[in-house]
């Protein structure tokens, strides 16, 4: 089992960057592959990125492909989103996820989910 906490988000101008973090519990964090989804009010969660148990393979959302980047240090148990180039529609609650082994952007495949952390784009 591992337990996950986001942290990173805020407020930030249309064109502007951040960086999320996903912090992991457990011994067994590099043999997870992981995700980040998100999701806008009212709207169903949906995949933005996701990495291999070793990140030699990430693959992204198109609309977030060239602007997002998402990254893994598993000796810190520890996933990053680095946002570009961020727009108002990126607005949203952004959620990190984590599964066994095989990458998948289908949210139904993550039975392990961080609370979230808040990115607001302003215009």
């Known amino acids: 089992q591992v337990q996950l906490v986001e942290s990173g988000g805020g407020l930030v101008q249309a064109g502007g960057s951040l960086r999320l973090s996903c912090a992991a519990s457990?011994?067994?964090?590099?043999?997870?592959?992981m995700g980040w989804f998100r999701q806008a009010p009212g709207k169903e969660r949906e995949f933005v990125a996701g990495?291999?148990?070793?990140?030699?393979?990430?693959y992204y959302a198109d609309s977030v492909k060239g602007r997002f980047t998402m990254s893994r240090d598993n000796a810190k148990n520890t996933v990053y989103l680095q946002m570009n180039s961020l727009k108002p529609e990126d607005t949203a609650v952004y959620y990190c996820?984590?599964?066994?082994?095989?990458?998948?952007?289908?949210?139904?495949?993550?039975?392990?989910w961080g609370q979230g952390t808040q990115v607001t784009v302003s215009s």
């Open positions: 457990g011994r067994t964090f590099s043999t997870y592959s």
């Open positions: 990495i291999s148990w070793s990140g030699g393979s990430t």
């Open positions: 996820a984590a599964k066994g082994p095989g990458s998948s952007p289908r949210r139904m495949d993550y039975p392990y």
